[in-house]
């Protein structure tokens, strides 16, 4: 939804209407809501994939697979739905950044994520406790790696900077 | 604010005005409001205190420390905090846990309470990634033991079971 983001970050989100989304991007706004249920569904209409997607590989990981290396095996597909989806990403996290409602938002999404990659965990047997830390960091470890990802040019340096910032948890826990 | 917790606890949060808790408390509505700027000051109102303390023991860590060490020096004060309010805080967290406003706030509490201790560490010199990876796993360690403390019954346990919430989180991300 390249539009909506293009006027959210012209003339701010508060101020855009879904009928100016709906005029820029060319639909009627009977489409659009067949797609969104609101102009909030634009930035956050993706986290239900991600979820899914990182449930899925966590449930899958092989059933020898430590915790956090459960949550890890979400990584990949992570990455991969991600691919293609830089310049959004980026446009959006301005979005978000220069709205305290859209950053209380885009939080309490990343806890349901974790909410969810926890439980994943406990289905596997993992104790709560550990199932809690263990999806916790790895939710951690995704948001620093996009953090940095929006923060820079390349749009192929995702899958890398998550690896490099589960390195820097390990180290961080360490000892 | 017993007077208050117990309201919440009989009739639900939402359904309780301030009139109603300044009277149980046998309070003016003016005393109330010198106390506490709205209801919901009553369960967050503390928030401010946990953050200042945390933030304090992180500054105070000698230089060599570790991000982790320095994130955990606030484990020992902010566990004197807590002590002799284990009543409060269980009768809290079953408030917070029927409603989802507050069950939403409390998570941004603690957010921003892993931003404050992560500005500390870089305060310290600590890069953004490992300060947010190291403040994030301080607060997951806290929030693990603190849910853990309220659902049991011993008032003394809550410092014993921050220690076995790290060394839990140290045996997740090992490896």
């Known amino acids: 939804m390249v539009a909506a983001l ?7 989100y508060q101020a855009t209407t879904v009928s100016e989304i709906a005029e820029r991007a060319g639909l ?9 249920s609101d102009k909030r569904e ?17 449930a899958a990981a092989p059933p020898e697979a430590t915790p956090l290396a459960a949550v890890t095996a979400g990584l990949d597909p992570v990455a ?3 691919r293609g989806r830089h310049d959004f990403a980026r446009t959006r996290a301005a979005v978000i950044e220069a709205n305290p409602e859209l950053r209380e938002r885009e939080l309490i ?6 909410g969810a990659i926890g439980a994943a965990l406990v289905e596997r047997g ?18 620093v790696a996009f953090a940095d990802w929006v923060r820079q040019e390349d749009p192929a340096a995702f899958r890398r900077l998550l690896d490099e910032s589960l390195a820097e948890l390990r180290s961080v826990t360490a000892g």
Chains 1, 2 share one sequence.
């Open 28 to 36: 009627t706004q009977r489409t659009f809501f067949r797609y969104f």
């Open 80 to 82: 991969e739905m991600f």
């Open 6 to 12: 293009a006027l959210f970050g012209e003339q701010g």
């Open 109 to 114: 999404k990343l806890q349901n994520l974790a």
């Open 126 to 143: 993992v104790t709560v406790g550990a199932a809690v830390l263990a999806a916790q960091a790895g939710v951690t470890v995704f948001h």
């Open 42 to 58: 634009v930035l956050f209409g993706g986290s239900g994939e991600l979820v899914r997607l990182w449930v899925e590989a966590v």
